[in-house]
């Protein structure tokens, strides 16, 4: 995924990085990161001592970006980092965010239906417009993170963001992306006790924005269509 997001940036972008976040792994991850590390100057590898949570390392990955520009997305290859194509051209000078959306969803039954409640839930809850909160698939302006600060360790920290930039009056773009099934590796979201724990931080999370900082929403603007996604410039830095 490395070497795919690597060969995808040369073709797009003229000065870049790769942050690789290693959120505590008790595997060989860490020797293998740093590794490639070493033989491609343009990857960083930044090491938790311990799991902090999903949250947490995408924090630090923020915080690590020397760009203008910060792309995300997942570690295990449920999106084609190729399709950053499809984000870039969208960014233009009046867009601060452009967000993928699945075109369709490859996981389980059970997945999809836990995904499409919770999606339905913060959007009720949190009041977001976003058509697909949980589709990690971002490119954002660094100046976001000038005006708002993240504080989630879990996997809400999306809903947190969103609404964060939702409420911030920054202007968003969504563009349809293809999501995969997980070829290997196993998720460690869907037990009885993260569960509880996503319960337990979203309510943390809307007594935080809506109780102690009532916020304003914003307009997004509505999913553009494939067919104008043609062109790439090559001086975007990322």
Not at 22 to 36: I, V
Not at 197 to 211: A, K
Request: proline share 4%; charged share 25%.
């Amino acid at each position: 995924m490395v070497l795919t997001a690597l060969l995808t940036l040369r073709r797009v972008a003229d000065d870049y990085e790769v942050i690789v976040v290693n959120d505590g792994s008790k595997d060989h991850t860490p020797q293998l990161l740093e590794e490639l590390a070493k033989r491609c100057p343009e990857v960083r590898v930044v090491h938790h001592l311990k799991n902090v949570g999903y949250g947490g390392a995408l924090r630090t990955g923020i915080a690590q970006s020397r760009k203008d520009l910060i792309f995300y997305t997942d570690g295990d290859a449920q999106y084609d980092v190729r399709e950053l194509e499809k984000l870039l051209p969208l960014m233009t000078d009046d867009v601060d965010m452009v967000n993928g959306y699945k075109i369709s969803r490859s996981d389980p039954f059970y997945r999809g239906l836990l995904g499409t409640t919770y999606r339905l839930l913060t959007k009720f809850f949190f009041g977001i417009r976003l058509k697909d909160i949980d589709c990690d698939f971002r490119l954002m302006r660094r100046t976001i993170f000038d005006q708002i600060s993240l504080n989630s360790n879990s996997g809400t920290i999306c809903v947190e963001m969103v609404k964060k930039i939702e409420a911030g009056g920054f202007r968003i773009r969504e563009v349809p992306v293809h999501h995969f099934y997980r070829s290997y590796g196993k998720s460690q979201y869907f037990t009885f006790k993260r569960l509880m724990r996503t319960v337990i931080d979203l309510s943390r999370l809307w007594i935080e924005l809506f109780v102690h900082q009532p916020s304003r929403p914003a307009a997004v603007e509505p999913p553009a269509a494939p067919k104008v996604i043609r062109v790439v410039k090559r001086n975007n830095t990322l």
